[in-house]
C-alpha cells in the first residue's frame, strides 16, 4: 500500500465511524450536553478536513464553493471551523443543526475531495515542504496529512463515547437483568 492509501484508509474510517454512531441518534441526541455535542463534532472534523484538502490542492473550500455554508445557516467564513478550539461556548452553543443527513453528505462531500487528492499524491510527495510561513519549522506534506488523521480521529473518538454517555449514560449500554 502507499502512503496515500494509508491515508485515505484511515480517513474513511473516520467517516465509517462517524457514520455508525449517528446512525439512530434524534436531532435532541446530536445536540445533548456535554459540550461540544455530537453535531458540532461532526461538524468540525469535515471543516477541518476540508480546509487542508482544499488547502493543499489550492482550490476554494467546498464549505464555500458549493454553499454548504449557506446550507449549515452558516457565513462563508474559510477559517471558521472551530480550528484549535477557538470556538466560543457561544459559538458551539449557537451550533444547532439536527439534520443528520446533512451532517454527512458535507461528510461525504468532503471525503470523495480528500479521495481525489490523494489519488494525486506518490510517497515522494510527503517529503515536499508547504508554504507555510506561520509554522516554524516549515511542515511537509506528511506532516499536513498526519495532523488531519490525528484531528479526525480524535473526534471520531469523541463522537463514539458521546454517544454511549447519550444513549447510554456510559460507553456501553447497561447489563440486561
Not at 484538502?53 to 476554494?60: I, P
Not at 508554504?131 to 488523521?149: D, H
Not at 473526534?155 to 463515547?161: K, L, P
Request: net charge neutral; glycine share 6%.
Amino acid at each position: 500500500m502507499e502512503s496515500a492509501g494509508l491515508v485515505l484508509d484511515a480517513l474513511g474510517r473516520v467517516r465509517d465511524m462517524v457514520r455508525e454512531a449517528l446512525k439512530d441518534l434524534s436531532p435532541e441526541e446530536l445536540l445533548s450536553p456535554p459540550k461540544p455535542h455530537i453535531a458540532w463534532l461532526v461538524w468540525h472534523l469535515s471543516r477541518v478536513q476540508d480546509a487542508n484538502f482544499s488547502g493543499l490542492m489550492e482550490r476554494l473550500q467546498l464549505w464555500i464553493a458549493d454553499g454548504w455554508h449557506a446550507r449549515f445557516n452558516m457565513p462563508p467564513d474559510p477559517k471558521d471551523y472551530g480550528s484549535g478550539h477557538r470556538h466560543t461556548r457561544g459559538q458551539v452553543d449557537a451550533f444547532t443543526v439536527t439534520d443528520k443527513q446533512l451532517l454527512l453528505d458535507y461528510l461525504n462531500a468532503v471525503f470523495a475531495r480528500t479521495k481525489s487528492y490523494l489519488s494525486t499524491v506518490s510517497n515522494a510527495d510527503l517529503n515536499r515542504v508547504l508554504n507555510e510561513p506561520q509554522y516554524q519549522p516549515l511542515p511537509t506534506l506528511g506532516i499536513r496529512l498526519a495532523s488531519v488523521i490525528n484531528c479526525n480521529t480524535r473526534h471520531a473518538g469523541q463522537i463514539e463515547y458521546l454517544r454511549g454517555l447519550v444513549k447510554h449514560q456510559g460507553w456501553f449500554p447497561a447489563a440486561e437483568k
